[in-house]
C-alpha cells in the first residue's frame, strides 16, 4: 500500500471517519422493483460493493417525487413505503462497516414522459433525452419540490444511511435551475447567478435541517457544463461557496450535459481523470472536501488524482470488479477484472430500461446467485472452442468452480475479436481485458490452454468431454453487389488486423459502430474517407455517449458520410448508390475516385464445428458471435450461462459419466 498512501489514509468528512479516500459515486442499475422499491438483487448488488472496502458508497439516485422518474426501474423515495427497502439495504452495506449515503433526485426536464406525462424544469425548453417541452414550474410547485427533498432525506436518514447527496449536475433538476443553459426564468429563481442558486440554496437548507448536523451531506455539482451558455469551472467554484455556507460538508465533482454525453459518462477514448481539472478549481474555493471523478479505473490513476484533491470517485470499476481497490491493496491489481470504458452493459443498458451489466463482469446483477456457487463435487471434463469473450468467460467460470477443462484457439493468443476491437483510436485498453482472462486462466489448474491450435472433430472427440462449449465467433458478410467480384473489396476485419492493403481514397459500407470505427481507423492514418450507411445517422447502434464522440472525431478528420444511402453497384473505381433526402426526394449519386472498398456490413455466425459435433455430443452449447453476434456484453454473459448450466447439471449427475461420452 506504500506505493498507494494517500488513497488508502483516512479522512474526516462531515463528522464521519472514511477508511480510504475512495468513494463508489451513485449509478442506476435498474434493480429496483417495478415500484422503484429496493429488490433482494439490489441489496447484493450493493453488498458486494462493500465488501470490496470503499471509503463511502453512494447509492443510486433515489427520486424525490413521482414526477422525476428518469427510467424504468428508478429507485425511489418518495413516501414512506420506501422505508423498509432502504432499511434494508442500509443495514446491508453497514455489515461491512462502510459508511452509505442516498442520492436524492429529480429528473427535471429529462424525466421520461412514458413514466411521468408533462415533466417539470425551470423553464419550457425541450429535453434532450425526453424529446419534449416540459412545464415551467411554478413559485407554489417549486417550494413543495423543496420540501419532498427534505422529507426523503429524512426517510434516509432514519432508514440507517449515514447521511445524503444532492444530484446537482447532469441536467437534473437541481442543475437546471442552476445553470444559465436551462435556466430561462426571469423571476425570483432565475435572471441572474445569485438567483438561479436560489432553488438549490434552498434545497440544501431544507435537507440540512431535516437530517440534523450530524448526517454527512454531500453536493453533486458539475465543474464544467461542456457546452456554450451552460456553467463553467470559475462559476461553479462561486456556487460551491455558496452552498458550503448553507451546510454542504463534501462536493463530489463531475460536469457535462445530455447534449455532450461523452462528458457525463466519459467512454474510452476519453482520459482518465475527465473533470479533476474542475474539481482543484472549486476545491481553491471552499474549505470542505472535494471529490474528483471521471474515468478512474486503476489505483494508480486514483493516487494520481488525489494530487490536489481529497477523494476521487470511481463507479465503473467497481461494477467491472468490487474487490479492485482490496486488490490494489494486496498487490494482486493485475487479477482485477478492467473496466474498459465501452459504456455498453452499464450507462448504455440502464438507458435503454435494462437491468445493469458489465462486459468485463457478467455477474453485475447476479450477486446473490454467484455468492451461492460452490465448487463442483465431481469435476466435469469440458471442451471449450473459442478464445474470444464467450469462451473465456466460459472456461474461467468453469475453471473456478473446479471443472477440468481445455480450451482451444486457433490463433497464437486469447482475445479472439476482441483483438480487433482494441486496434481502433482510444480502444487500446480494451486488451486489458484479454490480459486479465489470460491471467485468471493461468491461476486455475484444471484449464488447460491450447493456443495456435484449431479445434477439429476428432481432436475435440479425442478428449472424451462430458460437455462441449462452441464459441467459434463470426465471419464477416460480404455485400451482394453487382460488380463485387471487379471492386477491390477488403473487409473491416482485414484492415484492422493489417491483412489488407488499403488505397488512398476509401469508401466504406456500412456505418454501424464497426463502419465508424474503421473508417476513423483509416482517417487517423490520412486516408480519404467517405461512410455509405443505408439507416438514418452514422452510430446508431452505438450508446450516446460513444457515438457523440466517435461522430464528432469524423468530423474532424473530415469524413465524408452518406446516410439513407442504399448502395447499388460497385465499379472498379467507383461506387453507386441511391440517396434519400429526408422529404422523401430520391437521386442516384456516384462516389468516385474510390481505390478501396471496405466492407463493414455485419458478421454471420461460424457454427460449423458446431453442427458437425452435435450429432455426436449430448451436452453441447452455442455461445457468443457464434450464437448470433451480439456485443461484448452478450458474449461474456452467455459464457457464464453455459457454464453454469454444465455446472448444475454435472452436480445433479446430468452429464455423460466420464470417458462415457461417444464422437
Known sequence: MAAYAKLFSPITVGGQELANRVLMPSMGTNLADGQGR??????????????????????????????????????????????????????????????????????????????????????????PTSHTTPRAMTVIEIEAMVEAFARAARRAVAAGFDGVEVHGAHEYLVHEFLTPYSNKRQDAYGGDQERRCRFACEVVQSVRRAVGREALFCFRLSGDDHVSGGLDPAQAAEIARLLES????????????????????????????????????????????????????????????????????????????????????????????????CNQGCIDRVLQGAPVSCVANPWVGLEGLAASLRPAQEPASVVVVGGGLAGLEAARTLGSLGHKVVLFEAAPELGGQLRLASLPPGKEEFRRLIDYYGLALGELPGVDLRLGIAATVSAVCQIKPQAVVIATGSEPMLPDLPGVNQAPLVTARQVLSGEAKVGPKVAVLGGGNLGSEVAHFLAQRGHEVCIIELGLGIGNDLGPARRYYLRRELMKYKVRRYVRAKVRRLFADKVSFLHTAPDGTRELTYVEPVDTFVSAMGAKPNEKLFLALEPKVSAIYLIGDALSPAGMAQATSEGARAALTIHGLAEKGGLPRPQGQTC
Request: proline letters at 7%; charged letters at 20%.
Open 246 to 341: 448553507h451546510g454542504v460538508d463534501m462536493f463530489s465533482v463531475t460536469g457535462g450535459v445530455y447534449e455532450t454525453p461523452h462528458m457525463v459518462v466519459p467512454p474510452t477514448p476519453m482520459p482518465a481523470g475527465t473533470h479533476l481539472e474542475a474539481a482543484k478549481v472549486i476545491k481553491r474555493a471552499v474549505r470542505v472536501p472535494v471529490a474528483g471523478v471521471g474515468r478512474i479505473r486503476t489505483a494508480a490513476e486514483a493516487e494520481a488524482a488525489l494530487q490536489g484533491l481529497d477523494l476521487v470517485a470511481a463507479g465503473r470499476a467497481f461494477l467491472a470488479d468490487p474487490q479492485w481497490l482490496h486488490n490494489a491493496a494486496t498487490g494482486r491489481e493485475a487479477y482485477t477484472r478492467p473496466c474498459i470504458g
Open 38 to 127: 429496493v429488490t433482494q438483487a439490489m441489496i447484493d448488488y450493493y453488498r458486494a460493493r462493500a465488501a470490496g472496502g470503499p471509503g463511502l458508497i453512494v447509492v443510486e439516485a433515489a427520486c424525490v417525487h413521482p414526477s422525476g422518474r428518469v427510467i424504468d426501474r428508478n429507485f425511489m423515495a418518495h413516501d414512506d413505503e420506501s422505508m423498509e427497502g432502504l432499511f434494508r439495504l442500509a443495514a446491508a452495506i453497514h455489515e461491512y462497516e462502510v459508511p452509505a449515503i442516498l442520492q436524492l433526485i429529480h429528473g427535471g426536464r429529462n424525466s421520461h414522459p412514458r413514466l411521468v406525462g408533462e415533466a417539470l424544469a425551470p423553464s419550457a425548453l425541450r429535453g
